[in-house]
Each structure stands twice: as C-alpha cells, then as structure tokens.
C-alpha cells in the first residue's frame, strides 16, 4: 500500500518542530506564503496581532489544522 505525504498549503496552522528564530519548538502558526524551499509562516498573539513572520522549511513543520 503506497502512503501519501500530505504537503503543506498556504492558509495551514502548523506547530514548529524546532526553534526557529526566536521562537521554539511548540509553537503554532499560520502559513502565508508558500515558496519552492521554504514557507513564511506567521506568529499570531492575542487578538490575531502579528508578533512575527518567520521562514522555515517543511521538514520544520508539523500540519496541526488545514
């Protein structure tokens, strides 16, 4: 039975499996921008404000909402 691996879309909530910048594993985030080795993914606070914006590959990401 062949396996599918699910690819990550814009629009994703996504928890990092490692630090990132600033951030550490755990945190979750919404993709924004997809690109060819990377995806921009944004870190939302209280009431949605944007507190970050932060490039991270796939293999850095785990799809926690899509």
Not at 36 to 65: H, S
Request: charged residues 25%; without cysteine.
């Amino acid at each position: 039975m062949a396996t599918t691996k699910r690819t990550i879309s814009e629009h994703d909530v996504v928890e990092l499996r490692e630090q990132v910048g600033a951030w550490p594993a755990g945190t979750r985030g919404a993709v924004i921008s997809v690109y060819d080795d990377a995806l921009l993914v944004e870190i939302a606070g209280p009431g949605g404000k944007t507190l970050d914006m932060v490039q991270a590959a796939v293999e850095q990401l785990d799809v926690k909402w899509p």
